[in-house]
T-cell receptor, first 116, second 116 residues
Framework: DTGVSQDPRHKITKRGQNVTFRCDPI?????LYWYRQTLGQGPEFLTY????????KSRLLSDRFSAERPKGSFSTLEIQRTEQGDSAMYLC??????????????FGPGTRLTVT | AQKITQTQPGMFVQEKEAVTLDCTYD???????LFWYKQPSSGEMIFLIY??????QNATEGRYSLNFQKARKSANLVISASQLGDSAMYFC?????????????FGSGTRLLVRP
């Protein structure tokens, strides 16, 4: 399968613990995005990478959140000192920025985080 | 202000009939792109169709077509010959040309249920 993959699919953690999610984009894609989706809402942008450079962070991304994309391949999203409000689906998407594409983003299956 | 508005929280359609899902958008950017995604219960966002603001014709992809009315700022998704597998959440999204991130702004979605 050559789509976007995410690991784990589900994570249950206790308040105050740290969690880390991984995203593997489509291999030739140069952009990688993270979104958060809460129940009954559409996804909201968190941050994105162009190759290994993190170019924008949403104000939703508090200082407890950090994301990396070493070597421009997979990405990790870490949440420190989790809070119950962090419970959500975390979606990763990738796209290929080029001259002739629509720049459509292809999404992974998401990681559902539950903070108890 | 909401940039993407989907006013139908839920819709029913009989199998084999056509259905229209509404989406209105708000932007002052003359260059933008509009997307529709399908999200089954498994959680993955599946790209369906794209319409660029300068495209002269309405986009079509198989059973999906986009009724693009630029002056009314609407981009409704039409699904023809509905199938049981079309039951899912549907999200309309926009990216603005002036935003080099190409991040997507999503609506709150419409849940479609196809009746046999």
């Amino acid at each position: 399968d050559t789509g976007v993959s995410q690991d784990p699919r589900h994570k249950i953690t206790k308040r105050g613990q740290n969690v880390t999610f991984r995203c593997d984009p489509i291999s030739e894609h140069n952009r990688l995005y993270w979104y958060r989706q809460t129940l009954g809402q559409g996804p909201e942008f968190l941050t994105y990478f162009q190759n290994e450079a993190q170019l924008e962070k949403s104000r939703l991304l508090s200082d407890r959140f950090s994301a990396e994309r070493p070597k421009g391949s997979f990405s990790t999203l870490e949440i420190q000192r989790t809070e119950q409000g962090d419970s959500a689906m975390y979606l990763c998407a990738s796209s290929l920025i080029g001259v002739s594409s629509h720049h459509e983003q292809y999404f992974g299956p998401g990681t559902r985080l539950t903070v108890t | 202000a909401q940039k993407i508005t989907q006013t139908q929280p839920g819709m029913f359609v009989q199998e084999k009939e056509a259905v229209t899902l509404d989406c209105t958008y708000d932007t002052s950017d003359p260059s933008y792109g509009l997307f529709w995604y399908k999200q089954p219960s498994s959680g993955e966002m599946i790209f369906l169709i794209y319409q660029g603001s300068y495209d002269q014709q309405n986009a079509t992809e198989g059973r999906y077509s986009l009724n693009f009315q630029k002056a009314r700022k609407s981009a409704n998704l039409v699904i023809s010959a509905s199938q049981l597998g079309d039951s899912a959440m549907y999200f309309c999204a926009m990216r603005e040309g002036r935003d080099s991130s190409y991040k997507l702004i999503f609506g709150s979605g419409t849940r479609l249920l196809v009746r046999p």
